[in-house]
Nanobody
Framework: QVQLVESGGGLVQAGDSLRLSCAASTRTFSRYTMGWFRQAPGKVREFVAAISRSGSNIYYVDSVKGRFTISRDNAKSMVYLQMNNLKPEDTAIYYC???????????????????WGQGTQVTVSS
């Protein structure tokens, strides 16, 4: 089992920035693809960003490209989501997820991920 704990969410105004952090309990963090998903009220959970084991393969949903940056620190077992120029439509609960991999690949499908954090709320006002 891998425990994931998100932090960094909060209440901000449009145009502000936040950095979400996710701490993983595993000592084999570098064997996992890491992803961020979000779920807005009344909507299904959607993919936001993913980063492969080495960090060489990165994917973003179109709506956050140019504004969000995913990164990881394997030595610290941490993954981050830097969110700039936030918009009201970014309001959601953001979830960190881990996907065990035998190769340096990344996926965008929710079903590919084995472990999930509890989520952290991001609210962007206009």
């Amino acid at each position: 089992q891998v425990q994931l704990v998100e932090s960094g969410g909060g209440l901000v105004q449009a145009g502000d920035s936040l950095r979400l952090s996710c701490a993983a309990s595993t000592r084999t963090f570098s064997r996992y693809t890491m992803g961020w998903f979000r779920q807005a009220p009344g909507k299904v959970r959607e993919f936001v960003a993913a980063i492969s084991r080495s960090g060489s393969n990165i994917y973003y949903v179109d709506s956050v490209k140019g504004r969000f940056t995913i990164s990881r620190d394997n030595a610290k077992s941490m993954v981050y989501l830097q969110m700039n120029n936030l918009k009201p439509e970014d309001t959601a609960i953001y979830y960190c997820a881990a996907d065990f991999r035998l190769s340096d690949a990344a996926g965008t499908g929710e079903n590919s991920y084995d472990y999930w954090g509890q989520g952290t709320q991001v609210t962007v006002s206009s």
